[in-house]
């Protein structure tokens, strides 16, 4: 079975202001990267769009209301300071739902061992009730909650590796009792959530705050002394990725010294449990990651580490 990469031009009709992090070139970088003779053997497809209705599993009718009053504006509006929506924008976060079920289908129907889906908006910020930090839908933890409707899988676990902390998935799946979010982020740091105390209503989610500076090396040893062991004894039946590339040292908003490198680490580490655990049944979706040349890099890495697991 192959690794297989999901994606759609439409995400790239989201269009962000000029000077704002998240842009069309982000997306442009990961396909030009992945297009390479390198990555020859990666299954690619087109992303399937998701539906209003995977959008109320886990958010509410007034978001999503407002995300499409929002998106009919012939002009750009604003969610909030940095999160912002055209008339394209909707379906572009829709796609990103879609991808990861689309995924989810193909790794439990056998045709994918794995897989990595490269989407914009991200959306590990956005809350039941509210867009954020540059994130329209949540896009993982809805995910999630279908994949718990396949008859296979009755707990799925999600690691979140962004250098921000995922507040939108553990608001979205904080009642969730049969998925379990981990999340690993620089502290303080937008969006100022994410202690160790925040541990959800069934002991179903791990905040693991780390301090500036720290290199990837550190976060190797916390994977082996806290994360694994905490998905271990989760068993899951699929684990899901929220890969952020931002923990880069190069990247421009936040302050720790990841190298390109250590995401091959870390994928490894997550390929190798996911096989111990789960018939090696993962699918990874892109989150943040805003200095390009560091992006493209680590998610060679990323995606080098998937096909190999």
Request: proline share 4%; hydrophobic share 40%; charged share 20%.
């Amino acid at each position: 079975m192959k690794t297989v990469f999901i994606s759609n031009p439409e995400c790239n009709k989201h269009i962000n202001p000029i000077g704002h992090p998240e842009q069309v070139l982000r997306l442009k970088t990961i396909i030009s990267t992945l297009n390479s003779d390198s990555f020859s053997n990666l299954h690619k497809k087109k992303a399937e769009i998701g539906s209003f209705q995977d959008v109320l599993s886990l958010h509410s009718k007034d978001h999503l209301d407002l995300i499409i009053e929002k998106s009919t504006h012939l002009e750009q509006s604003n969610l909030d300071a940095d999160t912002i929506v055209n008339r394209d924008s909707l379906p572009a976060a829709l796609y990103g739902i879609g991808s990861v079920k689309q995924a989810i289908d193909l790794v439990m129907g056998g045709e994918a061992k794995n897989a990595f889906c490269a989407t914009r908006p991200p959306g590990h910020h956005a809350e039941r009730n509210k867009a954020m930090g540059f994130c329209i839908f949540g896009n993982v933890a809805i995910g999630a909650k279908y994949a718990l409707s396949h008859k296979s899988i009755s707990k799925v676990a999600i690691l979140d590796f962004d250098v921000h902390h995922g507040n939108g998935t553990q608001n979205l799946i904080w009642n969730e009792k049969n998925i379990l979010f981990i999340s690993s982020h620089q502290m303080p740091l937008f969006p100022g959530s994410g202690y160790s105390d925040e541990t959800g209503a069934f002991n179903n989610i791990l905040n693991v705050p780390l301090r500036s500076g720290t290199d990837g090396s550190h976060y190797l040893k916390v994977m082996d002394e806290t994360i694994l062991p905490k998905i271990e004894n989760f068993s899951p039946d699929i684990i899901l990725l929220s890969a952020g590339f931002d923990a880069h040292k190069n990247d421009p908003l936040a302050n720790l010294n990841w190298l390109s490198e250590d995401y091959y680490k870390i994928t490894q580490k997550m390929c190798f449990v996911a096989e111990k655990l789960c018939k090696k049944r993962m699918v990874s979706s892109l989150e943040g990651g805003y200095n390009l040349s560091a992006l493209g890099e680590s998610v060679a890495f990323h995606v080098k580490a998937l096909m190999e697991g």
